[in-house]
């Protein structure tokens, strides 16, 4: 009888898109794994797999040190036409949480709310009472509190996977200025 191969196929883990963003974020060399685990909420070995599935998907590369760098091109390609399939949105009940796509910055500025409660991340800490958007990782509500400019990444992002046509057209632009080498 003949032993099923296992499946070598890479795939793209939601915590991978976390990573990336964050990386996209670094001015200069990137952040030791620890550290980028601490801020994120993740373990160092999280962050290490999404570097090397980032890496293998060509969504970034690693220098001569092993420093992973965000390839921009190809992670703006891929949020504003691939990410949205990949990680499509999960909704839940009204909740308490933190804002979220076009309720959070920089899209509240631009889109007003209509009479529907907005997206929220749900968190026991929330402010906002919304519907349910759940983040790419449990762990996002804390890491986006740790850092203000992940957290308009990660709330554009959410705009895109599940806002409107508008909400996604704003958030892929705001996304496209900001994921510029």
């Known amino acids: 009888m003949a032993r099923a191969k296992s499946n070598p196929q890479v795939v793209l883990r939601p915590q991978d898109l976390v990573v990336l ?9 990137a952040p030791t794994y620890a550290a980028l685990a601490a801020e994120l909420g993740m373990t160092a070995s999280e962050v290490h797999g999404a570097v090397e599935r980032a890496v293998a998907a060509q969504l970034a590369r690693k220098d001569s ?5 965000v390839i921009f091109g190809a992670l703006r390609l891929f949020v504003q036409h ?5 990680f499509p949105a999960t ?12 309720a ?24 906002v009472r919304g519907i349910a958007l759940y983040p790419l ?3 996002v509500p804390e890491a986006a509190g ?15 996977r599940g806002g409107n046509a508008r909400e996604r057209a704003l958030a892929i632009d705001l996304l496209e200025k900001r994921l510029r080498a």
């Open 91 to 102: 909704r839940g009940s009204l909740t308490r949480g933190l804002p979220t796509g076009y």
């Open 82 to 86: 691939g990410a949205r399939y990949c």
């Open 104 to 127: 959070a910055d920089p899209l509240k500025a631009s889109i007003k709310p209509g009479a529907d409660p907005v997206p929220v991340w749900p968190h026991k800490n929330g402010v």
């Open 137 to 139: 990782y449990p762990s």
């Open 65 to 69: 040190n092993g420093k992973a760098t």
């Open 21 to 29: 963003l964050r990386l996209a974020l670094e001015q200069g060399p």
């Open 146 to 160: 740790r850092n203000p400019a992940l957290y308009e990444l990660l709330a554009l992002f959410d705009a895109v």
